[in-house]
């Protein structure tokens, strides 16, 4: 009998009538570079391991580094401990399982091929180019690099077992560009699990040119103009906007769209989806409740089609899981593994031409606190480039961007080409807004 299996029967024995045990490993590996030298090396493996079980038809959970015959104990008596603190009135259940797993690999094999050598010298490759990429670099920062090998595995006492492994890497470089009037950082990464991707080079390229654009950049005369969102800035404000559709927000009456399924919230150019079964590296076909994820357009040409549940939330509303369940501490929190954002067909340059004159906003600062949970309303350090006669034009900061997040979705009129899938797990292109206000001089 293994340690988990022993851990069932103990459980059993005390009166635990379900258990679920949610094993989490992982193995990183992370390289860091200041001034052609190796600052830090580390490598290390981490494991977690968290116990929900029902007792008297109430939740207690536990989380450990690892379940062992010396804790088995103490798991199960702390477990029944803090069921009895519990004073939510719903009866809580365990999940059993799904009929149908649909399984997407996320493990490279291949990438088990490439060796740490390989690693360290693109590594210093990538600091070199970035070094020797123009007159102007003052600093080369945070050049850096890091892997993570994880695996997941959720076991219940219903006998349902999954498991799955993922492997990934990381590059990461900044510098920092001084002219005799300016100075401007950038930073930029690359994420993948498949080494081939690869390209030092074309990295090193679009960090030097991030921080050139931005070099003499000034605020600009205060208005209200059509907008072009970046990628990057898209990627903060559908987090947002996506935020309000976990259905604990609404059944706690703090989301912007409560009461608001089936009906137009934004542009009929916005259609978002969950999409966990597409093959990239945040895939997951299922959720840190056991059960199985799907597809799904959340907002589909402007209307909203869906909260997002775990089984708390879709037994109070009488409604199936979504497949949403994310595992945040000790509770079961609500979230996506991988938002996009439908793509158009206009390249980058093309949007700057619909727009002709306006603005073309690249980063946003202070989201956490700039940003209004209750209204929607948001006002946010940023910066960015004018766009005059459709093209890009001087640099800006010094720029606050303002607005209301809800009315700035349904004043979307184009969609980019651009997509970049970012380390949230979230893809998305540049957006076009009719128009935001733009504090300057």
């Keep these: 009998m293994n340690i988990y299996d022993k851990f069932f029967a103990l459980a059993k024995e005390k009166g635990v009538d379900e258990v679920e045990i949610n094993v989490s490993k992982s193995s990183n590996l992370s390289i860091q570079l200041y001034h052609h030298e190796i600052e830090t090396f580390n490598a290390n493996t981490d494991g977690s391991v968290s116990i929900?079980?029902?007792?008297?038809?109430?939740?207690?959970?536990?989380?450990?580094?690892?379940l062992t015959?010396?804790?088995?104990?103490y798991a199960v008596d702390m477990l029944i401990n803090n069921a009895k603190v519990i004073e939510k009135s719903e009866k809580a259940e365990l999940f059993g399982g799904s009929e149908h797993y649909?399984?997407?690999?996320?493990?490279?094999?291949?990438?088990?091929?490439?060796?740490i050598e390989q690693k360290k010298a693109d590594l210093f490759k990538l600091e070199s180019l970035i070094e020797k990429g123009d007159s102007r670099v003052a600093d080369v920062m945070n050049v850096g690099f890091e892997e993570t090998i994880s695996e997941n595995m959720i076991l219940n006492s219903h006998g349902l077992k999954l498991k799955q492994k993922s492997n990934y890497f990381v590059f990461v470089g900044g510098v920092l560009l001084k002219d005799e009037n300016d100075a401007q950082d950038n930073y930029e990464f690359f994420i993948d699990n498949d080494y081939s991707k690869l390209d030092v080079q074309k990295l090193a390229d679009k960090i030097i040119l991030g921080a050139k654009e931005k070099l003499g950049g000034k605020p600009c005369e205060s208005q209200k103009t059509k907008t072009v969102l970046s990628s990057d800035c898209v990627t903060t404000l559908i987090s947002v906007l996506i935020n309000h559709t976990s259905a604990e927000k609404v059944q706690k009456h703090t989301s912007?769209?409560?009461g608001k399924l089936n009906t137009k919230i934004a542009s009929n150019k916005i259609t978002i989806s969950d999409i966990p079964l597409k093959r990239t590296i945040f895939a997951r076909w299922f959720d840190d409740e056991g059960v199985a994820t799907y597809n799904k357009d959340i907002i589909?040409?402007?209307?909203?089609?869906?909260?997002?549940?775990?089984?708390?939330?879709?037994?109070?509303d009488g409604v199936a899981s979504t497949g949403n369940g994310i595992n945040v501490g000790s509770k079961i929190g609500i979230g996506c593994f991988a938002l996009s954002l439908k793509p158009g067909k206009k390249n980058l340059e093309q949007l700057f031409e619909s727009v002709q004159n306006g603005v073309y906003i690249t980063s946003l600062a202070g989201a956490h606190a700039g940003i209004n949970n209750s209204s929607g309303d948001f006002s946010l350090q940023a910066k960015g480039f004018m766009i005059r006669d459709g093209k890009k034009s001087e640099p800006l900061s010094l720029i606050t961007l303002s607005g209301n997040i809800m009315k700035l979705f349904k004043d979307v009129v184009e969609i980019g080409s651009d997509v970049e899938l970012k380390s949230s797990g979230?893809?998305?292109?540049?957006?076009?807004?009719?128009s935001l206000n733009i504090s300057g001089k």
Excluded at 102 to 115: A, D, F, Q
Excluded at 300 to 316: D, P, S
């Design 426 to 434: 979230i893809s998305t292109p540049s957006i076009v807004v009719k």
């Design 256 to 258: 912007l769209l409560e």
């Design 300 to 316: 589909k040409k402007g209307v909203l089609q869906t909260y997002i549940y775990n089984m708390e939330t879709a037994k109070k």
């Design 102 to 115: 649909h399984k997407v690999s996320t493990y490279n094999k291949g990438y088990e091929k490439i060796t």
């Design 69 to 73: 015959k010396d804790n088995l104990n």
């Design 52 to 66: 929900r079980g029902v007792y008297n038809n109430k939740f207690g959970t536990i989380s450990l580094s690892s």
